[in-house]
Each structure stands twice: as structure tokens, then as C-alpha cells.
């Protein structure tokens, strides 16, 4: 049943025949009220005074939007790839620089932008199951906004890779980088989806010259996932 409940000092809009990440976002995006717009993981939580942080470093600029580290919650990188310096978000820095749960932007810049890629993400129906966020970001960053990622502000975020059977993370593995790599032939990333496939081939290899096929297995799915991303049709 669809319907709205108040929650503090918000509301959760709950439409169950709106499948799919990015179309539930889409959806949200037509009920905007505030000026600044975020879009957090349903098990994602921001630490204490982090809205504020984000509000005053918003009004104090002329950034468009702003980007923090993922972390989880033992307080180490999640993913183990962000960078460790303050640095402006451009195409090629987005793999280390962005995800959806740490993205803030301006409604100006979201209004301008418009919606996300519906082909893509969680849920989408397609092979792509993620990529969206870099998708919106790379659009964002053609309008000619600036976005700037701060790390000594932190989203909090579960490390997926740690959690559920083997087999079940690497499928994830390799619908995530499906989405990654469709995204960087959409936007004919054609460096960047050299460097990503490359750099995959090169940790498959060390992770078999360590004899570690756990590792081998991850880096095999992830490798698998850019290239059929990179060279679907559809």
C-alpha cells in the first residue's frame, strides 16, 4: 500500500509498485522540497552533525555539490578506495571519490540534471546493477558543475563484500561492474575502461602468482563484469 508517514523532522514516501533503485529515486525526485538533496542507502546512517557540516560547507562556497568518504563501521574505507586528500570530483576521480550514499548536490544542479538512468541500478531489471550514481555524476560534471569530495566527512555503510556467502558476493561483484563498465561506454570512457579492465587483469594475475584464490575468484568476477558491461549492445 502506498502512503506517507511522518518521522521526526521528515516524511518516508512508500510506493511498492515503484520497483527498482533508480526508479524509486526518480520518484523522490519529484517530491522535493529543501535545497540541498541527498540519496542514502536504505542501511547507510549518517554520524551526528553531518547535515550541518554539509549545509555550512554548501553556504560558505560556490560548490554545487559535495561528496564525503564511505566508511564502515569500524571506521576503516569502505571498499578501500577512497582517496585520503580533499580533491574537486572529475570524471576520472569519480571511482574514488563517489557513491550515491555520500552525494550531496545542490536542487538547482539536480533540477538541471533531471533524472537517473533507469536501466541501471538495483532492481533495474537489466543486467546493470549498479553505475547509476556514476552515470548522474558524470551528466553533472557535462552542465559544468563543481563538486568537491571531502574525507573528513564520513556516511557509514556496512562492507558488503564481508557479509553473505561467497557466491552471492561475487554475483554482486559482477553485476555492480556490468553497470561500471556500461557506464563508461555510455560515455565513451574509452581511457578510463582501458585502465579499469587493465588494472583487473594485472590483480587477477598477482592474486594467482599469491596463491590466493579466494582473491582470484573476486578479481575474475569483477574483471568479467567491466568487460560484458563494456561490450553490451543493449
Not at 73 to 94: C, F, H, Q, Y
Not at 173 to 195: I, Q
Amino acid at each position: 500500500m502506498a502512503g506517507r508517514v511522518a518521522r521526526g523532522d521528515g516524511e518516508y514516501l512508500h510506493e511498492p509498485v515503484v520497483r527498482g533503485l533508480s526508479r524509486g529515486r526518480n520518484r523522490g525526485l519529484t517530491q522535493l522540497r529543501g535545497d540541498i538533496v541527498a540519496f542514502p542507502d536504505d542501511d547507510c546512517w549518517y554520524p551526528s552533525g553531518l547535515l550541518a557540516d554539509v549545509r555550512a560547507t554548501l553556504e560558505d562556497t560556490s560548490l554545487d555539490g559535495i561528496t564525503t568518504r564511505l566508511s564502515a563501521p569500524s571506521g576503516k574505507a569502505n571498499m578501500l578506495r577512497w582517496m585520503d586528500e580533499r580533491a574537486t570530483v572529475t570524471p576520472a576521480r569519480i571511482p574514488r571519490t563517489v557513491t550515491s550514499a555520500t552525494l550531496f548536490l545542490r536542487r538547482e544542479l539536480v533540477e538541471q540534471v533531471g533524472g537517473f538512468d533507469e536501466a541501471l541500478g538495483s532492481g533495474s531489471g537489466t543486467p546493470f546493477g549498479a553505475g547509476e550514481e556514476t552515470d548522474y555524476v558524470l551528466r553533472a560534471l557535462a552542465t559544468g558543475a563543481r563538486l568537491e569530495y571531502l574525507p573528513t566527512l564520513e556516511v557509514f555503510h556496512p562492507e558488503w563484500r564481508d557479509e553473505g556467502a561467497e557466491d552471492e558476493v561475487l554475483a554482486k561483484v559482477t553485476r555492480y561492474n556490468r553497470g561500471f563498465g556500461r557506464v563508461l561506454r555510455k560515455h565513451r570512457r574509452w581511457g578510463e575502461a582501458a585502465y579499469w579492465i587493465g588494472r583487473s587483469c594485472v590483480a587477477v594475475a598477482v592474486a594467482a602468482l599469491r596463491g590466493r584464490r579466494d582473491r582470484v575468484r573476486f578479481q575474475v568476477a569483477q574483471l568479467r563484469g567491466r568487460v560484458q558491461g563494456f561490450t553490451a549492445r543493449r
